[in-house]
């Protein structure tokens, strides 16, 4: 039997996530061919699991308010694609593999009364909540559906501002510069970006002098 409609609307698709393996051939086809601006990055070193691989999470915008965004697995080579578009991934040839499932849907609400009552609303279901997570500047709740996709509910906890526009533009620079490079690491990416911070801020320095 259906639920009355919601006075909590969706707001449309948040961003749909996907895992990369060439993150550069990433950043050239959205931001440098298509025109798609980097507008977040969110970087993680011991997410999760032990076992858990550091990551880089990054948003272009695609019109809207609307995002499409790739998750980064340092030390990862893909081993062989799986179904719905995840795939195995493995440290070398002696390693185990470890299953990469970042491709998700995530549907935008307006605020936190939205996230519960679709929080309540699934967990009285056959497909409750599996994580209530607040990262950086959203918080979201998750869950599969029956076919094994991932679903994402998220709210804003606060306006992305331009300075962290600006730090998503360092981070994606450094990274192109790591994985470009022998053995990137989340530490590299992390010592390039502090570089490029310190070649900028010397740049800007020097243009507002003249």
Not at 15 to 26: G, I, K, L, R, W
Request: aromatic letters at 12%; hydrophobic letters at 40%; a negative charge.
């Amino acid at each position: 039997m259906p639920l009355e409609p919601l006075e909590h609307k969706v707001r449309g698709v948040d961003h749909a996530a996907f895992p990369t393996f060439d993150p550069v051939a990433t950043v050239r086809f959205y931001r440098d061919t298509l025109g798609f601006p980097v507008v977040h990055s969110i970087c993680a070193a011991g997410w999760g699991p032990e076992d858990h691989p550091d990551f880089i999470h990054f948003f272009f915008d695609i019109g809207n308010d609307d995002r499409i965004a790739f998750f980064y697995y340092f030390g990862l080579e893909p081993v062989h694609e799986a179904p719905r578009g995840d795939a195995y991934a493995g440290f070398g040839p002696d390693t185990p593999e470890f299953f990469v499932r970042s491709r998700h849907l995530a549907i935008h609400v307006d605020d936190q009364d939205d996230l519960l009552e679709y929080r309540r609303r699934l967990d009285a279901s056959s497909w409750p909540v599996e994580m209530q997570i607040q990262h950086e500047t959203i918080e979201s709740i998750y869950t599969h559906d029956p076919n094994g996709y991932m679903v994402e509910f998220t709210r804003a906890m606060r306006p992305v501002t331009p300075q962290e526009d600006l730090d998503a533009t360092l981070t994606i620079d450094a990274l192109l510069d790591v994985v470009g490079a022998p053995e990137p690491s989340f530490g590299k990416l992390l010592a390039r970006k502090a570089e490029l911070i310190v070649e900028r801020a010397a740049a800007w320095e020097l243009e507002q002098s003249r």
